[in-house]
């Protein structure tokens, strides 16, 4: 698959890579000079890449990663703020949240690999992702206590929360930590030295398309829902999943211990 279309950026803007590897699609900010902080223009692409990425049903897996191996993403570029007001302010707040739901609404399993820094729009676009991979030492935070004096929307906080728990979004917010993947949360990353690391994504990313497809989204639906709306009726996507053919094929398939052939359908 190509890459959506969008005109040739500068290379100080930077650019977000597409390409597939079977039913793997690969996203990768690509701006390794600036430690890959995100532009304006990175965004968009982002947003178009994730786009094309919900739309392709023969892809299962999806991997974020840094170009560079120095950084995932640095945060956003900080020049990009300059003149800003607290209108400004709301409105990029805004556009992060449209980008952050789009990742989490991409619906196959998104895998995101940190080699250094993963650090404000990098932390909420690495803790957005369903996995993350680590090498050791990798860094994690939202040190703007004591870089830039802004905030976070409470959109973004909810989400460290639900992932980090309260302690570690106060380090990481009030006391300006940026701890290392060691650090963090038991299950939140997983860790392996550099030469490991792309056998390590590799293999997740084999076991995870080799899984059903349509219960990976759904489960994923499901989670969405109940973050945002905690009682929120399931009847659709419980509906769907028992009266797809995939789970007549599981059924079917298990009863023949033979493995099973999904659809996606």
């Known amino acids: 698959m190509s890459a959506p279309d969008t005109a040739s950026p500068s290379p100080a803007e930077g650019r977000v890579r597409f390409s597939c590897e079977g039913a793997v699609a690969h996203l990768v900010f690509d701006r390794p000079t600036a430690r890959n902080a995100m532009s304006w223009r990175m965004y968009e692409e982002m947003a178009h890449v994730l786009a094309a990425i919900a739309a392709d049903p023969a892809i299962r897996v999806a991997v974020l990663r840094g170009a560079g191996g120095k950084a995932f993403v640095a945060g956003t570029d900080i020049e990009q703020f300059r003149g800003f007001s ?55 935070g939202v040190p703007i206590a004591r870089t830039l004096g802004n905030c976070l929307s409470a959109a973004n906080l909810r989400r460290l929360v639900a992932t980090l728990g309260l302690g570690m979004v106060r380090r990481m917010l009030l006391a300006a930590e940026t701890p290392t993947a060691e650090e963090m949360p038991p299950g939140y990353v997983a860790i392996h030295p550099a030469e490991e690391l792309d056998a390590a994504v590799d293999a997740l990313c084999a076991r995870l398309a080799a899984h059903a497809p349509l219960t990976l989204r759904v489960t994923k639906q499901m989670l969405d829902r109940l973050a945002h709306r905690p009682g929120a009726d399931d009847t659709d996507l419980v509906r769907e999943i028992y009266g797809s053919a995939d789970f007549r094929e599981g059924v079917e398939s298990f009863l023949a211990k033979r493995p099973a052939q999904w659809r996606g359908a």
Not at 87 to 104: F, I, P, Q, S, T
Not at 117 to 125: K, L, N, P, S
């Open 86 to 140: 607290g209108e400004d302010g709301l409105a990029y707040e805004a556009k992060v949240e449209h980008y952050m739901r789009l990742l989490e609404q991409v619906p196959v399993p998104t895998v995101a690999v940190v080699e250094g820094w993963a650090v404000g729009g990098g932390m909420a676009i690495a803790n957005a992702c369903d996995f993350r991979l680590a090498t050791p030492g990798a860094r994690f």
